[in-house]
Nanobody, 132 residues
Framework: QLKLVESGGGLVQPGGSLRLSCVAS????????IAWYRQVPGQEKRFLSC?????????DYSSAVKGRFTVSRDDAKNTVYLQMNSLKSEDTGVYYC????????????????????????WGKGIMVTVSQ
């Protein structure tokens, strides 16, 4: 069974940092495109970042987080990380990691364009609150 589990969320002050982890089980994370999304109440999930599969290092970021967030992967730990710096109050929300591969296609560009529907395997999410 393919499973993703997020951790590392919590309360942080504006300007602070957090690192989220997404641990995969049941599959090799380096063979999937892995994305991060954020959701706030009453809104759809919004794309934040993605890292290519097939042991690739290609990444993609939304304009809202580019330059502040960094996605990375540790194949030995079967884990993808989202390092979040210079956090703002508007970064508050539930953070989800999601994975997808389709045959030999594992690049983010193939799936991100479809929004959250582009990803088939989702974690349960973790709350991040940025507040004084």
């Amino acid at each position: 069974q393919l499973k993703l589990v997020e951790s590392g969320g919590g309360l942080v002050q504006p300007g602070g940092s957090l690192r989220l982890s997404c641990v995969a089980s049941g599959f090799n994370v380096d063979r999937f495109a892995i994305a991060w999304y954020r959701q706030v109440p009453g809104q759809e999930k919004r794309f934040l970042s993605c890292i290519d599969g097939n042991a690739g290092t290609g990444t993609d970021y939304s304009s809202a987080v580019k330059g502040r967030f960094t996605v990375s992967r540790d194949d030995a730990k079967n884990t993808v990380y989202l390092q979040m710096n210079s956090l703002k109050s508007e970064d508050t929300g539930v953070y989800y990691c999601a994975g997808r591969s389709q045959g030999l296609e594992t690049t983010c560009g193939a799936f991100v364009k479809f929004g959250e529907k582009g990803f088939t395997n989702w974690g349960k999410g973790i709350m991040v609150t940025v507040s004084q």
